[in-house]
């Protein structure tokens, strides 16, 4: 089985963020970077899969060339390569991303069975991607996925809506964008480190068609303060304790 | 929040371990109305405490942060919060094996008992997890262990508060420190302004940023240390307790494993330095662990993940271990590779505890109490005063590059005579082209060039044969030539000039200049203008602060001379007792004074050939300075030598100093003139001389009494240290600094060896000498007397040692070399009645 596992390298925020003097992206000259969780659930799928069908996994990313450290953290979780359509790093719109992707996905010499990716990405959360892919390689498409089985070519796709559970079945090729919850990703191992330092990571060039959505400014929502509330310690504290437990339900 | 006072006697900032720590020893000394504030939550504010790997190892090179570190795990056990786990160095090379030769030397001369050298078979006993096959042996301290640093700061301002002595305010920011004529008025937080007498500075990484807002600067760069913690480990499934193997620091590869419940952590001081600016670290808001934890960069590890496969393959191979946690995790890096303790040198009541670790985070913050409620602590921290900088060590990329050098140095074996690579050549003496002509081999000294010896003289080597005492073993052949010994001789033969411009040079002047300096010294100095007066400056315990001259210029103009590593701090001593109404000043000339020295029996035949002065014996008697004509220029000349030579020291503006230089060069030449540099005039000389040198024999926890230094009368007038002073002159000694003659440097493998200070001082069968306050003999000095033909020791002993002929023994690279006492006291070993110095 072979498997196509689009990522997206984000930043990694705290409980605020600041953003650039000219309001159009998150200012990242003091924090780090990510995978969009979802992601990595996607490759951790991907993963286990292979584990069962035997294949490989290919990650696509469309993003700057540092974004190879996140495609090196997913080749040391178990992907086999990986290919980066690099760009200058500022944002590009979800029907831009998704044609790139497609196509590399497309010309890529290996056939993939599955294409799997995070239903949004963390950052701008446009929750296209998966669909537009799915559209442009002509493959049908499940979303926002939290169980998945695959067997005789089949995808079983589970999916919560409410507290209703719908469950898909869909023939492979296919495009299927899931959500935490799915598994539980593991930890890179430092034997698969040193392996994903020998893994391939292919540069591609792909045109960037021009934006169809475009971003004018970017807003920090006003949010009450979420800032940890310290109940105490000791005795005293475990009563506090007890009590939110019981304001909220679960004692 | 809780609601900050408008008034305190000081306000902490930092409620990390150094924080915590101050603010324990300030109430615990009595002191009240103190406030602590951190802008971030407690009990983790956020800084580097909150994500440190906890970890102590004793051993250390330095006897000052070995005391630091002993007195903090005394303080972490009495408060329940330290496990005894045990710590093994491990060794990959045989240069390591001899280096752990040498911790083993420093843990015992500085009072860690619990240390012992290890086979590799011995480690896989006691770490089964390691792969013994690729170590030579390592180095084990059993006392070693792993603290909660966390809960001990939460007991301690717990301490405090109880005291009622403390208010603590989490989640408060310090906006503003306000300055007022040099001294601190109040801080202004975003919960209020706090008017106070005190503030220390104990926030780790973020101290530039604070002490900015004073106008003056703390020269430490935030810097990335890697760590990565990896499990569930199946091995560790079983473990009763969060620590139950003993750290193990694999030293060649600059990293560390250790078991921590179920997982194992693996850190670095391998990689490349990441050093960043303030500036670049996010707020507690913006961070998505905590401010001091960035993101791992797994390219800077890769090669730290094959030396931890190699070391512990079974765990670190097993592909069922993931890495559960792994940062960039911010510290405190200072060029020098010290802490910043002490009062800032231009803002009164503004304090540093900067640059501390976990090991030493308790003992700091006793140190600084006690310094800030007594005026002294109880141990000697001298190497790590704030004030020992020169200006230019403040510069960005001074602290980038020498930060960025000594990054790696952190398990390095590092050689107590290595000179930085980094911006060197930056502050250099008007006399370094003449210098570099000489092929002068460079030391830094203060940040100074200063000749150590000069190549030109090698020639000198061979003239003087085994007098040189050559050396053979590589260790002691490092930074040393015997070219150093060849220039001792021939001073003592005919002459050498000396550029001394390294000097710290400052003038005390003004109405109440006498009583200023009257005050910080101990020796008479309402003397008669125109006297050179060697005097020790003591702490109000009575130890060492230095130990200086000073020149009595004029009625009230007196003009101090000191050493260049240390001169800025000794300058300071002076400063604190300057009057506030301004009827005395201190102005520092270091940068524009250079310094030339020119002894030996020829000296005054060189100097009279050029000078039309009265410079005789009589004319210009010893300890006596006067301005001289020398050619076309006016220098201010003293009789007075740290060699025990007759001779001079000549002071002049720095822009003629080469003028001075080539007269006096083309006048010794008929003379035997060398250029000699300080490996002689500053080592060897003052060794056989028996003179005392501040850092190694004086500092403040051996008084003047032990150090044979008393003097016949004490002075009627006040001076700081004068009360235990005049105690320590009715009590015997506790212990007597000696002099020691090693009598056979031959090593068990047959080679000569030479130690270089600071080794152990034992009886011939091995034992300690520890005398009863519980210090123990160590060398303080070591090394060549030439014109004895010995290698001499000086070492304080316990009164029932300190007698001549007594036989000792110093250990040294695992050998145990004989020793005898030749001297007790001060009475110079060679020229005893210092003929040479007074003809």
Redesign the interface.
């Known amino acids: 089985m072979e498997i196509a596992v689009c990522v997206k390298r984000v930043p990694l925020v705290g409980s605020t963020f600041i953003l650039t003097d000219d309001a159009m992206a998150i200012d990242t000259s003091r924090i780090g970077a990510t995978l969009s969780p979802h992601e990595e659930n996607a490759v951790e799928a991907a993963v286990r899969l292979i584990e069962v069908h035997g294949g490989s996994i290919t990650l696509f990313s469309v993003g700057s060339a540092q974004a190879e450290e996140q495609l090196r953290e997913q080749l040391a979780i178990g992907a086999d390569r990986a290919v980066l359509i690099e760009t200058e790093g500022t944002e590009i719109d979800s029907q831009a991303t998704a044609a790139v992707l497609a196509q590399a996905i497309d010309q890529d010499t290996t056939d993939f069975d599955l294409v799997l990716l995070g239903t949004e990405s963390a950052d701008s959360g446009g929750y296209q991607t998966g669909i537009r892919i799915a559209h442009a390689l002509g493959r049908p498409v499940v979303t926002n996925v939290k169980g998945l089985d695959i067997t005789d070519n089949k995808a079983t796709c589970e999916r919560a809506v409410g507290a209703i559970r719908e469950v898909y079945e869909v023939q492979l090729p296919a495009v299927i964008s899931v959500l935490d919850g799915l598994n539980i990703p593991r930890y890179p191992s430092v034997p698969g480190r040193i392996k994903a330092r020998k893994k391939p990571v292919d540069r591609l060039s792909i045109a960037i068609p021009e934006p169809t959505t475009i971003r004018t400014s970017l807003r920090v929502p006003q949010s009450a303060d979420k800032g940890a509330i310290n109940l105490g310690s000791g005795q005293q504290g475990a009563k506090a304790l007890v009590e939110v437990f019981k304001q909220i339900g679960v004692m | 929040m809780s609601a900050l006072p408008s008034k305190a006697k000081v306000v902490v900032i930092g409620a990390g371990i150094v924080g915590n720590s101050v603010v324990y020893h300030l109430a615990k000394l009595g002191w009240k109305d103190i406030v602590q504030v951190d802008k971030g939550?407690?009990p983790n504010p956020g800084g580097s405490t909150g994500h440190a790997s906890n970890f102590i190892f004793p051993v250390d090179h330095s006897k000052e942060i070995s005391e630091l570190t002993l007195d903090s795990m005394r303080q972490y056990k009495e408060f329940g919060v330290f496990v005894e786990s045990g710590g093994i160095e491990v060794a990959r090379t045989p240069e390591r094996m001899q280096e752990f030769h040498r911790r083993l030397q420093s843990a015992r001369a500085f009072g860690i008992d619990h240390s012992s050298l290890l086979t590799p078979e011995e480690i896989k006993a006691i770490v089964p997890y390691i792969d013994e096959t690729i170590i030579l042996g390592g180095f084990q301290t059993t006392s070693a262990g792993v603290v909660d640093s966390l809960r001990m700061g939460t007991l301690m301002r717990e301490d405090a508060i109880e005291k009622g002595a403390l208010t603590v305010s989490a989640?408060t920011e310090v906006l503003d420190i306000v300055v007022e004529d040099d001294r601190i008025k109040s801080v202004v937080t975003d919960n209020g302004a706090i008017e106070c007498d005190y503030v220390v500075i104990a926030t780790g990484c973020w101290g530039p940023k604070l002490a900015a807002m004073t106008g003056t600067s703390i020269p430490l760069t935030p810097a990335v240390h890697q760590m990565k913690d990896?499990g569930p480990v199946p091995m560790f499934l079983d473990a009763k307790s969060d620590i139950e193997y003993p750290v193990v620091r694999d030293m060649d590869s600059n990293m560390y494993e250790r078991q921590h419940g179920t997982g194992l952590e693996i850190g670095s001081y391998a990689h490349r330095p990441i050093l960043y600016k303030v500036e670049?670290?996010?707020?507690?808001?913006?961070?998505?662990?905590s401010p001091t934890e960035?993101?791992f960069?797994?390219?800077d590890f890769?090669l730290q993940?094959?030396h931890?496969?190699e070391l512990m393959p079974e765990i670190?191979?097993?592909?069922?271990?993931?890495?559960?946690y792994a940062i960039n995790g911010l510290l405190s890096l200072i060029p020098d590779g010290m802490p910043i303790l002490g009062e800032a040198p231009t803002v009164k009541g503004l304090w540093s505890a900067s640059g501390v670790w976990i090991k030493e985070g308790p003992g700091v913050g006793r140190a600084m109490a006690e310094d800030m409620v007594l005026g002294v602590s109880e141990i000697d921290w001298h190497g790590e005063e704030y004030s020992r900088f020169q200006d230019f060590q403040f510069s960005h990329e001074y602290i980038q590059a020498r930060c960025a050098e000594g990054f790696n140095k952190m398990y390095g074996i590092v050689h107590p005579s290595e000179q930085w690579e980094s911006l060197r050549g930056i502050r250099v003496s008007p006399l370094y082209e003449r210098e570099k002509a000489l092929g002068a081999f460079f030391f830094e000294a203060g940040g100074m060039e200063r000749p150590q010896w000069y190549e030109a003289n090698a020639p000198l080597v061979a003239k003087f044969g085994d007098a040189v005492m050559p050396r053979t073993a590589e260790w002691e052949s490092r930074w040393w030539s015997p070219i150093i010994n060849a220039e001792h001789l021939q001073l003592r033969e005919t002459c050498a000039i000396a550029d001394l411009t390294a000097f710290v040079v400052f003038d005390v002047t003004g109405p109440k200049a006498l009583d200023v300096v009257q005050h910080s010294v101990v020796r008479q100095m309402d003397v008669a203008v125109g006297k050179t007066i060697y005097t020790p400056v003591l702490a109000p315990n009575g130890g060492f602060k230095a130990d200086l001259t000073v020149m009595r210029l004029g009625k009230n103009h007196f003009r101090v001379v000191t050493g260049g590593a240390h001169g800025m701090a000794d300058k300071k001593a002076f400063a604190n007792n300057l009057p506030a109404d301004g009827t005395a000043h201190i102005s520092d000339l270091t940068s524009g004074m250079a310094t030339i020295g020119l002894w030996g029996p020829n000296a005054r035949k060189v100097l009279e050939s050029i000078t039309t002065d009265d410079v005789s014996n009589e004319g210009f008697p010893f300890a006596s300075n006067r301005l001289i004509e020398i050619g076309n220029l006016r220098v201010l000349a003293s009789r007075i030598s740290y060699v025990g030579e007759l001779g001079w020291e000549l002071y002049l503006p720095v822009e003629t100093a080469v003028a001075l230089w080539d007269m006096i060069w083309e006048a010794g030449a008929v003379h035997g003139l060398i250029a000699a540099g300080s490996g002689a005039t500053a080592g060897t000389g003052r060794l056989e001389k028996s003179y005392r040198a501040y850092g190694n024999e004086l500092e403040t926890s051996y008084n003047m009494v032990e150090a044979g230094m008393v003097f016949p009368k004490v002075k009627a007038q006040d001076f700081v240290g004068k009360q235990a002073y005049v105690k320590h002159r009715s009590e015997e000694p506790i212990a007597i600094l000696c002099s020691l003659f090693i009598d056979d440097h031959t090593s068990s493998t047959g080679e000569k060896r030479y130690p270089l200070g600071w080794e152990p001082i034992v009886t011939r069968e091995g034992e300690l000498l520890i005398d009863s306050k519980g210090r123990r003999s160590f060398a303080n000095s070591a090394g060549s007397a030439p014109s004895l033909g010995k290698h001499l020791v000086m070492s304080y002993l316990p009164p029932e040692y300190a007698k001549v002929g007594q036989e000792l023994a110093i250990e040294y690279m695992g050998d145990r070399l004989p020793c005898t006492v030749a001297l007790v006291g001060s009475k110079p070993l060679f020229d005893p009645e210092n003929e040479r110095v007074r003809s």
Do not use: Y
């Open positions: 939550p407690l989640n990896i670049d670290i996010p707020s507690n808001a913006e961070a998505a662990l960035f993101p960069t797994q390219e890769d993940d094959e931890a496969l670190v191979g097993d592909e069922s271990i993931g890495e559960k």
